[in-house]
């Protein structure tokens, strides 16, 4: 695929931050690429970042046909960038394309355009401990109102430099998690399986209302018998039973299969722990909570990685861990594997790719 490269003229050019929140600074350039069914995809360009125009009669709009990834790029202590199995968010990016009804795009093809699109850029991927957030999105644009899968679509990638995801204590100061026991966040057969913009609307509610009694985040459970532990928040979560053993809920197909959770999945064994996937109970953890046979508690994801939990609100009971703060086998986890992130960790496992960006 041809990529046309738009150059922004220095004056137009914003000066890269030092200090930001996460989400709200984009960079200078962006990626886009449109669709029309019989034609495939084309107008493939590297440009500014910028507004695009929308029909009000667009289905995304209307319909909510869209989904998105998430993933994140490294500043190694050599000056180059890390990207951490970035092809495996691209093969996830096209199953939430089929679930979608959407179309795909290659993997190859998308892969290679991000390394372009960071190679105009390389500036805005700060120093570590922050990293630049990558964010592929894919929205449905035929004007249409009536539901059905659109004939145009536009797929984009833009890029945000991003601190701590969590601003108040980072990852080390453990959450407050609120259980919500009356709405769900997917059920069975829905697309709880993938990013989809929808999943998320549907947790608004509930995280705002908890938001004011103090709460950070929320864990869900399952959208039948409400028993079942799912996700906290936007991210995968995991107990750790006598500072040896991690249990995460098992994928139910309401459950993201995050790739930061499949990555501890191999990563934990080789650090000497026990990890395992299960159905979790919601009143079983709780009760083991109480009796300290569950010592830590953490969200899984890209964006926050490795997040302690320092106590849950269930049914107007706390259930809190430790001194509430992240425990050693989170710190253990988190230090392992951004080490992996950042390249200041061999990485046994091909999970990272350098893009030489300083020429050494």
Known sequence: MTIEFISIPEADKRAVPTEFTFGKTFTNYMFSQ???????????????????QMWPASVVL??????????KAYRR????????????????????????????????????TLVKLLEVQPEWVPDAPSTLYIRP??????????????????????????GSYFAAGGTT??????????????????????????NYAASVYVSEQVKKQGYAQVLWLDGLE?????????????????????????????????????SLLTLAPDLGYKMTEARLDVDEIMRDIASGEITEAFGIGTAAVIAAVG????????????????????????????GIQFGTIADPYGWTTTINVTGA
Not at 34 to 52: L, M, N, R, T
Not at 145 to 152: F, H, I, P, V
Not at 178 to 194: D, L, Q, S
Not at 315 to 334: A, C, E, I
């Open 34 to 52: 449109s669709y029309v069914e019989g034609e495939g995809w084309h107008d493939a360009k590297i440009h500014q970042y910028a507004p695009f």
């Open 62 to 71: 209307h319909y909510a046909q869209e989904f998105f990834e998430g993933a």
């Open 77 to 112: 202590p050599d000056g180059n960038i890390n990207l951490f199995r970035f092809m495996d968010n691209c093969r996830r990016f096209n199953s939430s394309a089929e679930r979608m009804a959407m179309p795909t795009v290659d993997p190859e093809t998308h892969f290679d």
């Open 137 to 162: 999105t894919m929205i449905a644009n035929s004007q249409m109102l009536g539901l059905g899968s659109a004939r145009e679509y536009l797929h984009y990638i833009i890029l945000s430099p991003v």
């Open 173 to 198: 100061k453990g959450l407050a998690v609120y259980v919500e026991t009356e709405h769900v966040r997917a059920f069975p057969g829905g697309t709880g399986a993938v990013k989809a913009g929808g």
């Open 226 to 262: 409400r028993r079942y532990i799912e996700e906290v928040g936007a991210m995968n979560i995991a107990f750790v039973y006598n500072g040896k053993t991690i249990v995460t809920p098992e994928l139910s197909g309401t459950i993201l299969p995050g790739i930061t959770r499949d």
């Open 311 to 338: 106590r849950f609100n269930y049914k107007g009971n706390d259930y809190t861990l430790g001194d509430q703060t992240s425990g050693p086998v989170s710190n253990h986890l988190r230090e392992t594997l951004t």
